[in-house]
């Protein structure tokens, strides 16, 4: 079983629709979860943290859930801008350990 | 402000060629990583510098080697390039924000090996 673990999509969705992506991990010691975004040809940017607790950042929600091991990424209102591909990523320990990338899932928002 | 700075943003070699991809960065991160990424594989970790002074191997480090020269910078070389290791590159740098790693990527090398 690979470490992280993402659906590659595509997801197409229509403007203004919400839209969720999920990923799992293996290594229950994991300790800390991000989602990048990386744009066509691009590098990865850090999109948000996501915390135990879950949290929030404008139309973007990510939620964490230790017990079944994965994390999601919610998208309300969907816009063109969101078209990305979005990655997980985990931190199997505390502190300055490298990361570890699923392989990404793809959005289109079509309009 | 710059960030991650990478050279070359292309590259073509030949098989058996070498060349040296080299990254800066001047947040004043200590530690530096190298990843490729490849369709359909994700992004996989070459080798990384937890501090200056030090280097260790990720998940694909076989045909590589890496320097750390000072705290800004993270060089990767390829001494004999292969086919296999027509990719793109990424250079990133990290710092520790309440106890989370959070990187920050140069723009890529794109290198092909024909």
């Known amino acids: 079983r690979k470490e992280v673990e993402q659906d590659p999509g595509p997801f197409n969705v229509p403007e203004g629709a919400t839209v969720a992506f999920n990923c799992t991990y293996s290594?229950?010691?994991?300790?800390?979860f991000f989602w990048y975004r990386q744009d066509c040809r691009k590098e990865p940017k850090l999109l948000m943290s996501?915390?135990?607790s879950g949290n929030e950042d404008g139309r973007f929600t990510a939620q964490l859930n230790r017990a079944s091991q994965y994390i999601s990424l919610l998208i309300r209102d969907s816009k063109l801008s969101d078209s990305a591909t979005y990655l997980c990523?985990?931190?199997?320990?505390?502190?300055?350990?490298?990361?570890?990338f699923g392989k990404g899932t793809r959005l289109s928002v079509i309009a | 402000n710059a960030g991650v700075t990478q050279t070359p943003k292309f590259q073509v070699l030949k098989t058996g060629q070498s060349m040296t991809l080299q990254c800066a960065q001047d947040m004043n991160h200590n530690s530096m990583y190298w990843y490729r990424q490849d369709p359909g594989m994700g992004l996989r970790l070459i080798y990384y510098?937890?501090?200056?002074?030090?280097?260790d191997k990720g998940e694909v480090p076989n045909g590589y080697n890496v320097s750390r020269l000072n705290k800004r910078e993270f060089s990767l070389r390829l001494e004999s390039a292969a086919p296999s290791q027509t990719s793109v590159y990424f250079c990133a740098s990290s710092e520790v924000y309440s106890g989370a790693n959070v990187l920050t990527f140069g723009a890529g090398s794109r290198l092909t090996v024909l």
């Open positions: 290594n229950s010691a994991s300790q800390s």
């Open positions: 510098s937890a501090s200056e002074g030090t280097t």
């Open positions: 996501v915390y135990s």
């Open positions: 990523v985990v931190n199997r320990h505390s502190g300055n350990t490298p990361l570890v």
